[in-house]
């Protein structure tokens, strides 16, 4: 069941162009001159109840922009937006009821209050029931451990447990979406990963739909298996995980440990091999996965020597990410 649909969604800045010198300056006071940027440029997706999509670009692609379009902050310049049968910036109060918002550089926590009392404002605003508001504390203790910090003020915490204490706040009423901006920015391997494992938790038990922005791929690899890749305000790519970093990131190499060099090494380039190096006993042999696979490779190695220590390196998904660019531009 759809619950975004977007089309041909664009959003329009003016900016001023200041002219340089004296004599700009001069002009710049009677006639300003304007330039019309866009920030989003006739975007269209849709996404599914359950899904967890993950929304990647550079900073100014129009990551950013198009959540705050989908929240509701933004009015769009063009273009339909349907969240959950509402069009967000028509109806903010009552799309605001359904979705939950973490920005990672932004807080919905009262700086000098414990986060209990967050909490319970939160409570009360959005008119959560006695027993959902104690199974969430429970839940949010249980795997994001609040419960050690929930009476401490939130000018005391550190950035983890803000962060959080952040998305406890955009949970407790159960909403439908949940919108993450960088939500595990700055924070360390421990922490990051109680908050990827909480979210799949939320999304496994309550099928609660994720649109995750994010600068850090290792949340994507392990959060989203769609995502949607931006650039320049479009879209350059929506689609599978796999099949990005198959047609982007097919580059796979393979180092072993030799007992003795293999001199005639032939037959791998005809396999589909592409570059063969050693260096010692080591030997590093670089194919493209689309036109051959690890196990012939290593299968044609063990066949031929006394092989040991054999690892295999992909294309992280960072090069990836930028080799589209590369190629898109």
Same mark, same amino acid.
């Given at each position: 069941?759809?619950?975004?649909?977007?089309?041909?969604?664009?959003?329009?800045?003016?900016?001023?162009?200041? #002219?340089?010198?004296?004599?700009?300056?001069?002009?710049?006071?009677?006639? #300003?001159?304007?330039?019309?940027?866009?920030?989003?440029?006739?975007?269209? =997706?849709?996404?599914?109840?359950?899904?967890?999509?993950?929304?990647?670009?550079?900073?100014?692609?129009?990551?950013?922009?198009?959540?705050?379009?989908?929240?509701?902050?933004?009015?769009?310049?063009?273009?339909?937006?349907?969240?959950?049968?509402?069009?967000?910036?028509?109806? #903010?109060?009552?799309?605001?009821?359904?979705?939950?918002?973490?920005?990672?550089?932004?807080?919905?926590? %009262? %700086?000098?209050?414990?986060?209990?009392?967050?909490?319970?404002?939160?409570?009360?605003?959005?008119?959560?029931?006695?027993?959902?508001?104690?199974?969430?504390?429970?839940?949010?203790?249980?795997?994001?451990?609040?419960?050690? =910090?929930?009476?401490?003020?939130?000018?005391?915490?550190?950035?983890?447990?803000?962060?959080?204490?952040?998305?406890?706040?955009?949970?407790?009423?159960?909403?439908?979406?949940?919108?993450?901006?960088?939500?595990?920015?700055?924070?360390?391997?421990?922490?990051?990963?109680?908050?990827?494992? =909480?979210?799949?938790?939320?999304?496994?038990?309550?099928?609660?739909?994720?649109?995750?922005?994010?600068?850090?791929?290792?949340?994507?690899?392990?959060?989203?298996?769609?995502?949607?890749?931006?650039?320049?305000?479009?879209?350059?790519?929506?689609?599978?995980?796999?099949?990005?970093?198959?047609?982007?990131?097919?580059?796979?190499?393979?180092?072993?440990?030799?007992?003795?060099?293999?001199?005639?090494?032939?037959?791998?380039?005809?396999?589909?091999?592409?570059?063969?190096?050693?260096?010692?006993?080591?030997?590093?042999?670089?194919?493209?996965?689309?036109?051959?696979?690890?196990?012939?490779?290593?299968? %044609?190695?063990?066949?031929?020597?006394?092989?040991?220590?054999?690892?295999?390196?992909?294309?992280?998904?960072?090069?990836?990410?930028?080799?589209?660019?590369?190629?898109?531009?």
């Amino acid at each position: 069941m759809t619950i975004i649909s977007v089309e041909n969604l664009s959003k329009e800045y003016r900016q001023r162009k200041g #002219r340089e010198g004296l004599t700009g300056a001069v002009k710049d006071v009677f006639r #300003r001159e304007y330039k019309t940027i866009k920030a989003v440029d006739g975007v269209s =997706f849709s996404i599914d109840k359950g899904e967890v999509v993950g929304y990647i670009g550079p900073n100014g692609a129009g990551k950013s922009t198009t959540i705050k379009m989908l929240i509701g902050i933004l009015v769009p310049t063009a273009g339909n937006i349907d969240v959950n049968g509402i069009v967000p910036h028509k109806h #903010r109060e009552l799309n605001a009821k359904k979705i939950g918002v973490v920005f990672g550089q932004r807080t919905q926590l %009262w %700086w000098d209050i414990p986060v209990s009392e967050t909490l319970s404002l939160m409570r009360y605003m959005y008119d959560v029931p006695e027993k959902q508001y104690q199974e969430n504390l429970k839940i949010f203790s249980e795997i994001l451990g609040l419960d050690k =910090f929930i009476h401490t003020p939130v000018r005391q915490l550190s950035l983890g447990q803000r962060m959080r204490a952040d998305i406890s706040v955009a949970l407790l009423h159960n909403p439908d979406i949940l919108y993450l901006d960088e939500p595990t920015i700055g924070l360390d391997v421990v922490v990051k990963e109680r908050i990827r494992e =909480f979210i799949r938790e939320i999304n496994r038990t309550r099928q609660t739909t994720v649109i995750l922005a994010t600068h850090d791929m290792s949340d994507i690899e392990k959060l989203s298996s769609r995502v949607l890749v931006v650039n320049s305000g479009k879209i350059m790519y929506d689609g599978n995980l796999a099949t990005l970093k198959k047609k982007y990131g097919a580059e796979e190499s393979i180092v072993a440990d030799l007992a003795d060099k293999i001199e005639n090494t032939d037959e791998l380039y005809k396999l589909g091999v592409d570059q063969i190096k050693y260096l010692d006993n080591k030997i590093t042999i670089g194919y493209d996965s689309n036109k051959i696979n690890s196990s012939t490779v290593i299968r %044609w190695l063990v066949d031929r020597a006394d092989t040991k220590n054999i690892s295999i390196t992909i294309t992280p998904i960072e090069d990836v990410i930028r080799k589209m660019y590369a190629v898109g531009s």
